[in-house]
Each structure stands twice: as structure tokens, then as C-alpha cells.
């Protein structure tokens, strides 16, 4: 049968289209729930504290694929509402690496000098205002060099998406090698790894932009 070469470029770059979407968008909702589980490990109330580390053992003791399924095939059956491969790959990927990434939240918080913390206390400090004026600010840089291997993790682990039927780069290139012929599968595959290294290169991009804004805000370096 087989495919022409303008057909696995057309091809591929659909599927880098869906691939970088699903991961700008995970990787975005991943953060915000690395943040709010990051912070609820170490609240006063206990329900938080225990939400937040039920989720983060859930998530981080379980496999990626088996929780990409869950939703996709499972979760539809239990309550009756079909969710969309889209939605299946963003909630999924974004759950995992939001419990990897509070793990990495928690961590540089408590690695905050004890002695900034007492002279909030001493300042009658609330513990809104500790974590917003003392806790984030001095933490948020140490977060970036982490946050930046996550970001690269979930770019990765995005090809697992095409499990579930989501025409992702990795999705596509299957497609292709079924209908080409023998010797174009070196063509596509070799063609699908530039295209993950391409974007592996625009993410570690865009992390260090980050991670210079942080420095320069914070007026502190990034430990590399």
C-alpha cells in the first residue's frame, strides 16, 4: 500500500498538533494541582492534609496507563457519562504529574529556613500571609529545575494517550507504519523521535525562560 513522504509530514505534524496541546494543557492543570496538594500535605486542617495525601499516593503508586483507562473505560461505566479521549488524556496525564509534582512543592517549602517562619509568627503572621509573603516567594525558585523535569516526564508519557484512541504524534506513527511498507518505517519512526526531540527543546525552552523570570524577580539563582 504504502504512504509518500508528504503524507507522513502532513501526518505527524497533526498528530504533533494534539500532542502538544494535550501537554501544554496537562502540564498546566498538573501544576495547579501539584501547588494545591503540595500545600495541603502541610495544612492545619486535617481533611486537606488527608485528601491531599490520599491523592498523591493514589496517583504516584499507580500506573499512568492503568489510570488512563480508569478514566476512559472505567469511570464511564460507574457514572454513566462518557468522557471524550481529550478530556480522558488532559484529566489523566494532569493527576499524574500534579502528585509527582507536589511531592516537589512540599519539599522546597519545608526547606525554608525555620528562622523565616518564626519571624512571621513574630510578626503576627497568618497563615495565608506566611505562606503568600514568606513561603512562596523563597521556594518557587527552588521548584523550577524540578518542575522543568516534570514538564519534559509529561511530554513523554503524552504518547500513552494514543491508547485511548487519541490521534497524538505516537498515534499517527503507528498508523502510518500499518500502512506503509517495510522500508519506510525507519522514515517515520526516525521522523517521530526529531519530532519529540523538537518539542522536548521547546519546553526545556520554555522552563528556562521561567526559571529566569523567577531569578530575576526573586533576585536569588537557580541551584543547578
Do not use: C
Request: charged share 15%.
Amino acid at each position: 500500500m504504502g504512504v509518500t513522504f508528504d503524507q507522513i509530514i502532513s501526518a505527524l505534524l497533526e498528530g504533533a498538533y494534539v500532542t502538544i496541546w494535550i501537554t501544554l494543557a496537562s502540564t498546566i492543570g498538573g501544576a495547579i494541582l501539584a501547588f494545591a496538594s503540595g500545600i495541603g500535605v502541610l495544612s492545619r486542617f486535617a481533611p486537606a492534609r488527608w485528601l491531599s495525601k490520599t491523592y498523591i499516593q493514589i496517583f504516584r503508586g499507580t500506573s499512568l496507563l492503568v489510570q488512563l483507562f480508569w478514566l476512559y473505560y472505567a469511570l464511564p461505566v460507574l457514572i454513566g457519562i462518557h468522557i471524550s479521549p481529550v478530556a480522558a488524556g488532559i484529566l489523566g496525564l494532569s493527576l499524574n504529574i500534579g502528585a509527582y509534582g507536589a511531592e516537589v512543592v512540599r519539599g522546597s517549602l519545608q526547606s525554608v529556613d525555620e528562622g523565616q517562619l518564626e519571624a512571621a509568627r513574630a510578626l503576627n503572621f497568618t497563615p495565608g500571609q506566611t505562606l503568600r509573603r514568606i513561603l512562596l516567594p523563597q521556594s518557587i525558585i527552588e521548584m523550577m529545575p524540578p518542575f522543568g523535569n516534570l514538564a519534559i516526564q509529561n511530554l513523554k508519557d503524552s504518547s500513552l494517550v494514543s491508547l485511548i484512541s487519541l490521534s497524538d504524534l505516537a498515534f499517527q506513527a503507528d498508523d502510518l507504519r500499518n500502512r506503509a511498507f517495510e522500508s519506510d518505517t525507519i522514515t517515520i519512526l526516525g521522523l517521530t523521535l526529531l519530532f519529540y526531540f523538537v518539542m522536548a527543546l521547546v519546553v526545556m525552552g520554555g522552563m528556562r525562560l521561567l526559571e529566569r523570570y523567577f531569578e530575576k524577580v526573586s533576585g536569588r539563582e537557580v541551584a543547578r
